[in-house]
């Protein structure tokens, strides 16, 4: 079997530095698809260390080099004159070439000079379109020489929904400034690739807007790429191989401790998760995926970690599919006995296997957590559940976990009113209260009625109503509420009591370890979680 990567990067081309091309992404491969993650984006500075000499490619091949020397390395933006930049207003995005066909003829007849351009990959077994991305733009066929007139341009046609975006295969509108260990700098060109070894990049942003969110050094193997972006900053892509990416996914999503039958299951959805999102995100960025929770957390190379290294190892090209296409292999922490049905928590396919069912190791029974009554027993108990560490023995590997599994968040008034007067744009005055509207099939609320002095707001989905009650987000979106109140009756603090941890949706996290710990294979795991699917080997 063999992977093919079709070419289709007319405007960033699949090609080597060399050809003056400004993607800069290595000839397709043919064991495993190569990938780039974005790591940082508008930096000042990025601050690099090596253990061993390495390795430069420029955009400019004179300037490239071998063997630059191990340390401390600091990049920043020398110079960056957007003055000569470029700009294409893109008129109109279709995954049918017909489409965007009959869209260029009618943009023609009415006079506008259009051309169209086929963008994003397909990824091809065995002559079989497995995952195809590709979609046809139709663009103005002039460049622009500012993003105003770009607009200009597009405000001339309201009916149309189009946008502007600097040309991303522009370059040499800035130089890069490399300082040495040794205090030397030297000026290259405006994107640069960085080889031969692995490399450590300093202040790398994590869980941003969560209760964990801080700074970390971390280091990667592959490749790492750095360019000045359209706004003038930096970013650093890492440009590695997927199997090298899945194991800093596997150990950034997952506690390595955990079994390794759960690893597995991780390393399966997430590489199942990546093909199915591929192309979807970032389209305008100059990386495939990020490497937060938004695609994916990723951690570069993994410390300590045989177990996860073993688990995708052990799990090579393997993906999850039901009626032979790719599944949108969600998962989440800790469900808290019920997972979600996708449809409740975002616009989804209404796929078959993310219907939401309970977490427990034997037959499913059926639990109506829509009504508040039972939801609100539910959430007060400790059923016994996969997740539920109490009743699984206590195992070691899950102590950091046992917090989610019941929780109960103190959030004051002047918090909350900050709060959601910030995330929903709405200033309610002082919170009088928090009504509950409707719930989904694990308990999980779809819509709260927020009603302060001056104003309400009511806030749909999981994760808008999460982020609307409490500054670091609420555990999850399945809570009850109980207010504290001041002698003259108002509201001092709310105190939500809650279960799980993430939206729920697909394989629960915790549940997968304490059934690999139960002895459940790998696929005895995924079937669990997402019934009616098959594992299948993609590569
Ligand atoms: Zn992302
Ligand atoms: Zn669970």
Known sequence: MTLVRKLVWPLVGLCIIASGCSRMRYAPPLTQPIIRVGIL???????????????????????SAKAFERGLWKATVHAFNPEGARYIALLYDSRERARADEFAGRMRARG??????????????????????????VRAERDFSSKSEAETFLKAYPDIQGRVQRDPAQTGLGKIALLSPNGHTSLISDAIRLSGTNITLRNVEVGSGYHWARNETRTYGGEIELRIGADGKLLAINVVEIELYLRGVVAGEMANSFPVEALKAQAIVSRTLFFNTFGRFHRDSEFDVCDDVHCQAYVGLPRNAAAVESAVHDTKGLVLTYQDALCTASYSAVCGGHTARASEVWDSDGEPYLQGLL?????????????????RTWIEGKPDVCCNLES???????????????????????????????????????????????RGVSGRLMAVDITGSKDHVVVRKELNIRRALSASALYSACFVIEKELDAAGHVDAVIFKGAGWGHGVGLCQLGAAVRAREGQKVSDILHAYYPGTTIKQLY
Request: net charge negative; glycine share 8%.
């Open 41 to 63: 984006e508008g930096q000042d500075a990025i601050y690099f260390e090596t253990a061993d000499d390495f390795n430069l490619v420029a955009q400019n091949p004179d300037e």
């Open 112 to 137: 506008i000079a259009v051309r169209i351009e086929p963008r994003g990959e397909a990824l091809v077994i065995d002559g079989h379109n497995l995952v195809d991305r590709r979609t046809f733009r």
């Open 359 to 375: 977490d427990t190791r034997t037959t499913l029974g059926t639990l109506d957590l829509t009504r508040e009554e039972n939801a």
């Open 392 to 438: 699984a023995g206590k195992p070691d590997f899950g102590r950091y976990a046992e917090k989610y599994f019941r929780w109960q968040q103190k959030v004051t008034q002047e918090e909350l009113q900050r709060v959601v007067r910030d995330r929903t744009g709405v200033d309610v005055g002082e919170i009088r209260d928090i009504i509950l509207l409707k």
